[in-house]
């Protein structure tokens, strides 16, 4: 039993939707989530610029004690993924792999869209994660980068969102693929939307619950689950607090408690 907390990061607070499905799959883990919100978002950024950034996440993390992190950032784990398992002392999981498991799992006509943001679906990591597990699907990509900024501002079924995801979507539409991954944590919030845009035939792909269960899977191969007791979830930010509690109590479905800022 190990009762050291779990640490989530990500560049805003998208990856709260990967913190919940880690609270209902590991009710007995404290979790310590870190939102880079002074410098949300990652996707218009360089390579190296979200390896520095998150390597910087890393070290805050480690220095908190936790016992592995978790990476609930798309374009964080497809850039620097291999960057921060080579630089940490604990098991590092990312998002991508377990959400081409579960598209791969669900396509029935191997036609598969992934949408993200304009740098998860430059670096290609969907693509090849994918193809990796079925090399004949066909993957349709395209980046959405109004998204972000559309869910960070809470306009989830807004008028105006609603047409720029009808133009985002409608290349995935003509090349009528069967599944919809959401390549990035934000995106599950605008699901309702989606849904509604891709029509009713499209599964659309959130691999929070994925990554929850590869987590859940890591930990008890390292013997490193908390098995009850005692527990507590602690959210810390890089900047504007006010916002994150206002918006983040949306993902969550109630309010956040033990909200800490901390600028990197």
């Known amino acids: 039993m190990n009762k050291a907390p779990l640490g989530v990061f990500d560049s805003g607070i998208g990856g709260l939707t990967v913190a919940r499905a880690l609270f209902e799959r590991l009710p007995n883990e404290s979790i310590i989530y870190f939102g880079d919100t002074a410098r949300v978002p990652y996707g218009p950024k360089s390579p190296d610029t979200v390896r520095r950034y998150s390597a910087e996440i890393l070290a805050y993390l480690l220095k908190r004690g936790v016992k592995a992190v978790v990476i609930a950032c798309n374009t964080s784990t497809a850039h620097a993924l291999g ?5 940490s002392s604990v098991p590092v999981v990312g998002v991508i792999e377990p959400g081409a498991r579960a598209a791969v799992a669900a396509t029935k006509t191997g036609t ?3 949408i993200g943001t304009a740098g998860t679906i430059a670096s290609g990591a969907y693509e090849r994660a994918i193809t990796a597990l079925r090399p ?11 998204f972000v900024p559309l869910v960070e501002e809470g306009w989830f079924d807004h008028p105006a969102a609603e047409l720029i995801a009808r133009e985002y979507l409608e290349p995935l539409k003509r090349a009528q693929v069967d599944v919809l991954v959401l390549g990035c944590t934000h995106y599950p919030l605008l699901k309702k939307l989606l849904s509604r845009v891709m029509g009713p035939d499209v599964k659309l792909v959130d691999s929070a619950e994925e990554t929850a269960k590869v987590v859940s899977d890591e930990l008890e191969r390292q013997g490193l689950l908390a098995n009850g007791g005692a527990h507590e979830h602690r959210f810390v930010v890089s ?20 909200v800490e800022v901390a600028p990197l």
């Open 136 to 146: 004949d699907v066909r993957v349709y990509s395209r980046p959405c980068p109004l």
């Open 112 to 114: 598969i869209g992934v």
């Open 239 to 258: 900047d504007d607090e006010p916002h994150f509690r206002k918006v983040g109590a949306l993902f969550l479905g109630g309010k956040l408690k033990q």
């Open 83 to 87: 960057y921060l398992k080579e630089r």
